[in-house]
């Protein structure tokens, strides 16, 4: 157990389905990340939230929806899915926003878009 | 754009051999971190180096910063069956976004 809890961890979707990521840490830590983990590519930031606001969006489709109601726990709603979407999505906590601080990665979800 | 290079990409090695990952920045570094990702597993944030020239040693892991801060190397000395795994380095840029760029890895495999 890492401090940050993601569930399901596994997740297989339709390309029509709704479904939801949670993450949730009581590290006491103050910025939250999404990340996606696909094969033979970086770790790409996807999301970053520094005291429950939004800093950071790399761009990610619309598909994508974040949210994070308090400083424990952070979503991510997912709809209508491609499958190049597949991919381990990693969810990570730092005590603060920007250097110096490193990563408390959870295990992720591995989602599989069918 | 702003890049962090690793290698090697793979890397095999007998056990009880030694091991070595680079990283090269495009740019001047503010903080490199590194992290180990076990098979199946999630990166687990092993140390950060802040320093010019810094070196830290934790058991037979040796990790450098470079002089010039664009550069970073991690040494595993005597490998063992549970080095195995994905080493990443992550450039922090020290900019106003102080933004953090993985690696892609180096997946080190020991051979028995």
């Known amino acids: 157990e890492t401090g940050v809890t993601q569930t399901p961890r596994h997740l297989v979707m339709g390309m029509t389905n709704k479904k939801s990521l949670k993450c949730e840490q009581h590290l006491g830590h103050n910025a939250m990340y999404w990340y996606k983990q696909s094969a033979k590519k970086p770790l790409e930031l996807m999301f970053v939230?520094?005291?429950?606001?939004?800093?950071e969006n790399n761009s990610v489709p619309s598909r994508f929806s974040p949210e994070c109601p308090n400083s424990s726990h952070l979503f991510l709603h997912l709809h209508t899915l491609q499958p190049e979407d597949s991919a381990l999505y990693l969810c990570a906590s730092s005590q603060g926003q920007g250097a110096g601080y490193g990563y408390t990665f959870g295990s992720g979800t591995r989602l599989t878009v069918v | 754009g702003q890049q962090v290079m690793q290698i090697p990409q793979y890397q095999h090695v007998q056990e009880g051999e030694d091991f070595t990952t680079y990283c090269n920045s495009s740019t001047t570094l503010s903080n490199i971190q590194w992290y180990k990702q076990r098979p199946g597993g999630h990166p687990v944030f092993l140390i950060q180096?802040?320093?010019?020239?810094e070196v830290k040693k934790q058991k037979r892991l040796t990790f450098q910063f470079g002089e010039a801060k664009k550069n970073s190397s991690l040494h595993i000395t005597a490998t063992q069956t549970t080095d195995v795994g994905t080493y990443f380095c992550a450039g922090i840029m020290g900019n106003r976004d102080d933004k953090i760029i993985f690696g892609k890895g180096t997946r080190l495999h020991i051979l028995p």
């Open positions: 939230y520094s005291l429950e606001e939004r800093v």
């Open positions: 180096l802040v320093k010019s020239g």
